[in-house]
């Protein structure tokens, strides 16, 4: 669904990224970690096609360009708009009329916890209720690959913990592929299949891959728990500390 | 336990009330000569001629004429210049230093010159009040496109959006929300264009009562036509201030 090969990324000086490669099949959840400036975030650009490339590929096969939805950190609403027709905006430029885009949205709204919401402006809304008008507007859109780029760092603890697990339920319904750029390895083990290591940038590259042995359906809270979890994490600290400070003492998993 | 006087209008009205009594026995006690500083009374008896002969109307409605036409053409021009100084740098270049050395001047200094180029008829205080609303509304524009937020554009054209769709659902809201903001700024410049022409040079208008008034040493006119112009103005605020808070509801 998503190969990226030996991508090469820079904004005229040196590269951000180099020879990186990412690749996910679909319906699979993978997550990409590392160090602030690795280029995580430009990778992701990269595939949703916001950022040029120097060199190397990035192929989507099988999907098409608006098979592809992006949700960024900042829920960027328009303010002017109500919570309805931002998620109708996506669906209108697909060509549905306005009455069935609004229908539409109003549905999403509802699958995602905010039926009755619809009228209101972002800044009537909650941090997490505006996250979750933002997911309605990219899922609305059908996407079969998901990009997201630490979408609910900005959120507490508990508002997080619900709208994420709303996105695994929904994710895993669906099928659809997703690639999350974050700095919390518990949030991308808990949530993923596969996780990249990005090393220090400049000249980032994947030092790592791990594959995430838990099972699926997932319930975020009681992945924490899961045997396998404590090893993994430890796994991931000491990478990216290395990657970040050099080589670490290893870490005692629990 | 709450009173009357806990609401701010009250107080407001109450002082002012004060005010004028004072101002009203310091006149009556002749501690002030009538001459230069006449009394509340003398003042509202002044506009009370004015309106019951009913001269004042032509002179009202030539200087809204006046102030209506330089603010719609201020807008529209502002609007156009503006865009195209955000939109393409060229414009930029060649735009932003005029616009900047007529912001320097005091720009009801170019009355006297409206008046020899449009004659003392409607055409020089319409010009003036241009102007004057013009340059407001350029930069108002140019700034507002340069500060349209990066994201909404960017995630207008991830959700499909063509770039008909980017000005109609982000630049469009965004720098009317600017202007909106600017808008009673902007009557109140229009208002001043159209009067201070009129003061320089006309047969008509609010300006032109005050060439008169002043010219024939009546201060009980001069103050009258202040306060009168001072109420058309208000008024005029508090109808944008109602249209922006109806369009500006979403903030």
Same mark, same amino acid.
């Not at chain 2, 009317?176 to 009557?187: R, T």
């Given at each position: 669904?998503?190969?990226?090969?030996?991508?090469?990324?820079?904004?005229?000086?040196?590269?951000?990224?180099?020879?990186?490669?990412?690749?996910?099949?679909?319906?699979?959840?993978?997550?990409?970690?590392?160090?602030?400036?690795?280029?995580?975030?430009?990778?992701?650009?990269?595939?949703?096609? %916001?950022?040029?490339?120097?060199?190397?590929?990035?192929?989507?096969?099988?999907?098409?360009?608006?098979?592809?939805?992006?949700?960024?950190?900042?829920?960027?609403?328009?303010?002017?708009?109500?919570?309805?027709?931002?998620?109708?905006?996506?669906?209108?430029?697909?060509?549905?009329?306005?009455?069935?885009?609004?229908?539409?949205?109003?549905?999403?709204?509802?699958?995602?916890? %905010?039926?009755?919401?619809?009228?209101?402006?972002?800044?009537?809304?909650?941090?997490?209720?505006?996250?979750?008008?933002?997911?309605?507007?990219?899922?609305?859109?059908?996407?079969?690959?998901?990009?997201?780029?630490?979408?609910?760092?900005?959120?507490?603890?508990?508002?997080?913990?619900?709208?994420?697990?709303?996105?695994?339920? %929904?994710?895993?319904?669906?099928?659809?592929?997703?690639?999350?750029?974050?700095?919390?390895?518990?949030?991308?083990?808990?949530?993923?299949?596969?996780?990249?290591?990005?090393?220090?940038?400049?000249?980032?590259?994947?030092?790592?891959?791990?594959?995430?042995?838990?099972?699926?359906?997932?319930?975020?809270?009681?992945?924490?728990?899961?045997?396998?979890?404590?090893?993994?994490?430890?796994?991931?600290?000491?990478?990216?500390?290395?990657?970040?400070?050099?080589?670490?003492?290893?870490?005692?998993?629990? | 336990?709450?009173?009357?006087?806990?609401?701010?209008?009250?107080?407001?009205?109450?002082?002012?009330?004060?005010?004028?009594?004072?101002?009203?026995?310091?006149?009556?006690?002749?501690?002030?000569?009538?001459?230069?500083?006449?009394?509340?009374?003398?003042?509202?008896?002044?506009?009370?001629?004015?309106?019951?002969?009913?001269?004042?109307?032509?002179?009202?409605?030539?200087?809204?004429?006046?102030?209506?036409?330089?603010?719609?053409?201020?807008?529209?021009?502002?609007?156009?210049?503006?865009?195209?100084?955000?939109?393409?740098?060229?414009?930029?270049?060649?735009?932003?230093?005029?616009?900047?050395?007529?912001?320097?001047?005091?720009?009801?200094?170019?009355?006297?010159?409206?008046?020899?180029?449009?004659?003392?008829?409607?055409?020089?205080?319409?010009?003036?009040?241009?102007?004057?609303?013009?340059?407001?509304?350029?930069? !108002?524009?140019?700034?507002?496109?340069?500060?349209?937020?990066?994201?909404?554009?960017?995630?207008?054209? !991830? +959700?499909?959006?063509?770039?008909? !769709?980017?000005?109609?659902?982000?630049?469009?809201?965004?720098?009317?929300?600017?202007?909106?903001?600017?808008?009673?700024?902007?009557?109140?410049?229009?208002?001043?264009?159209?009067?201070?022409?009129?003061?320089?040079?006309?047969?008509?208008?609010?300006?032109?009562? +005050?060439?008169?008034?002043?010219?024939?040493?009546?201060?009980?006119?001069?103050?009258?036509?202040?306060?009168?112009?001072?109420?058309?103005?208000?008024?005029?605020?508090?109808?944008?201030?109602?249209?922006?808070?109806?369009?500006?509801?979403?903030?």
């Amino acid at each position: 669904m998503l190969r990226a090969r030996d991508v090469t990324l820079s904004y005229g000086g040196e590269p951000v990224l180099e020879g990186a490669g990412v690749e996910l099949d679909a319906g699979q959840f993978v997550s990409l970690v590392g160090p602030s400036g690795s280029g995580k975030s430009s990778l992701l650009r990269a595939v949703m096609g %916001l950022q040029d490339i120097s060199a190397g590929t990035i192929e989507t096969p099988g999907l098409a360009r608006d098979e592809i939805g992006i949700l960024f950190q900042d829920d960027a609403l328009l303010p002017w708009r109500s919570a309805v027709d931002n998620v109708a905006l996506g669906l209108r430029q697909r060509g549905a009329s306005r009455a069935q885009a609004r229908e539409e949205a109003e549905g999403w709204l509802e699958r995602l916890k %905010l039926a009755g919401l619809g009228g209101r402006y972002p800044r009537e809304l909650s941090g997490g209720q505006r996250k979750r008008v933002a997911l309605a507007q990219v899922l609305a859109l059908r996407p079969r690959l998901l990009l997201m780029d630490e979408p609910f760092a900005s959120l507490d603890a508990i508002v997080r913990a619900r709208v994420t697990q709303d996105v695994v339920n %929904l994710v895993e319904s669906e099928g659809i592929g997703v690639l999350l750029v974050t700095h919390d390895l518990e949030e991308a083990i808990a949530l993923s299949d596969k996780i990249y290591l990005l090393s220090n940038g400049p000249r980032a590259r994947v030092s790592h891959e791990y594959p995430v042995p838990l099972p699926r359906p997932r319930a975020l809270i009681a992945a924490r728990t899961h045997p396998k979890f404590a090893p993994l994490y430890g796994r991931l600290w000491n990478d990216l500390s290395e990657a970040v400070e050099g080589p670490q003492p290893a870490r005692e998993a629990a | 336990m709450t009173t009357v006087f806990d609401r701010i209008w009250v107080r407001q009205v109450t002082a002012l009330a004060i005010l004028l009594g004072l101002w009203e026995a310091a006149g009556a006690a002749g501690m002030l000569n009538p001459l230069y500083a006449p009394s509340p009374s003398q003042i509202g008896a002044a506009l009370v001629q004015l309106f019951s002969d009913g001269s004042i109307w032509p002179h009202v409605e030539a200087t809204f004429a006046a102030a209506i036409g330089g603010l719609v053409l201020g807008v529209l021009v502002g609007v156009m210049l503006g865009a195209a100084a955000a939109l393409v740098p060229l414009v930029a270049q060649l735009l932003e230093p005029v616009m900047m050395m007529l912001n320097a001047v005091p720009r009801v200094v170019l009355a006297p010159l409206c008046v020899i180029w449009f004659g003392i008829g409607l055409g020089s205080k319409v010009a003036l009040s241009f102007v004057l609303v013009a340059v407001l509304i350029f930069f !108002t524009v140019y700034t507002g496109i340069k500060q349209v937020d990066r994201r909404l554009v960017e995630r207008v054209r !991830t +959700l499909g959006g063509s770039s008909w !769709t980017v000005l109609r659902e982000v630049y469009i809201p965004f720098v009317a929300a600017w202007i909106m903001g600017n808008l009673k700024v902007a009557v109140g410049f229009a208002f001043t264009g159209a009067v201070v022409g009129e003061f320089v040079g006309a047969s008509r208008g609010l300006g032109y009562l +005050l060439s008169f008034a002043q010219s024939t040493f009546n201060a009980a006119l001069m103050l009258a036509l202040v306060f009168l112009i001072m109420g058309f103005v208000l008024a005029i605020f508090a109808a944008a201030g109602r249209i922006e808070r109806r369009l500006l509801r979403w903030r």
